[in-house]
Nanobody
Framework: QVQLVESGGGLVQAGGSLRLSCAAS????????MGWFRRAPGKERVFVAA????????TYAETVKGRFTISRDGAKNTVYLQMNRLEPEDTAVYYC??????????????WGQGTQVTVSS
């Protein structure tokens, strides 16, 4: 059974940093992409960043480019999201996801339970 467990959320002041972690288990993810999404209060869940497990290729939403960095550690089966220069607009529940490379994120992806990030002004 696939499990994705996020951690690292919390409260931080604007301009600060946080690192989210997503521990993945239950299968081999070499043919998967790992992603981070977020849902702000009253809004839909949106894409933040993704990395292909095998190649390491990264993609980012325009809103976080240059501030956030996604990475993975194969030895620990863990994906990270380093978030710098945080803004109040980054406040959201952040979700980790795993999806077969090339498949749409809204089609049978695996999801974590989410971790809250709150950025105060």
């Amino acid at each position: 059974q696939v499990q994705l467990v996020e951690s690292g959320g919390g409260l931080v002041q604007a301009g600060g940093s946080l690192r989210l972690s997503c521990a993945a288990s239950g299968r081999t993810f070499s043919r998967y992409a790992m992603g981070w999404f977020r849902r702000a209060p009253g809004k839909e869940r949106v894409f933040v960043a993704a990395v292909r497990w095998s190649s390491g290729r990264e993609t980012y939403a325009e809103t976080v480019k240059g501030r956030f960095t996604i990475s993975r550690d194969g030895a620990k089966n863990t994906v990270y999201l380093q978030m710098n220069r945080l803004e109040p607009e980054d406040t959201a529940v952040y979700y980790c996801a795993a999806q077969r490379t090339g498949a749409a994120w809204n089609t049978n992806a695996y999801w974590g339970q989410g971790t809250q990030v709150t950025v105060s002004s």
